[in-house]
Nanobody, 118 residues
């Protein structure tokens, strides 16, 4: 089982980045996929999630209207399009997969760093 993030980097305020998370070793279409982040000195927080069945999405208030989560079940990949980035979006972003059937297993990636600075 592997969940691997990519796409992080350095961007100026107001810029955009798209993160990708490629999954393997499990039935991707049966998992709710989420992006979390941990900023320096802060707790990890949920950024966005997308369900397996209907693709329903949920966002943290701090990113609503700026970030878009999507998934491509054919490619076993989930994306996070991040627009209008702010310095407070600087964090390590983690991809998370949670099974929606027994045993409801959970998998994490190792994270990708996003730095928003001028």
């Amino acid at each position: 089982v592997q969940v691997a993030e990519s796409g992080g980097g350095l961007v100026q305020p107001g810029g955009s980045l798209r993160l990708s998370c490629a999954a393997s070793g499990f039935t991707f279409s049966s998992y709710t996929m989420s992006w979390y982040r941990r900023a320096p000195g802060k707790e990890r927080e949920l950024v966005a999630s997308i369900t397996s069945a209907y693709g329903d999405t949920n966002y943290a208030d701090s990113v609503k209207g700026r970030f878009i989560i999507s998934r491509d079940n054919a490619k076993n990949t989930v994306y996070l399009q991040m627009n209008s980035l702010k310095p407070e979006d600087t964090a390590v972003y983690y991809c998370n997969a949670v099974g929606q059937v027994f045993p409801f297993d959970r998998h994490w990636g190792i994270g990708t760093l996003v730095t928003v600075t001028s």
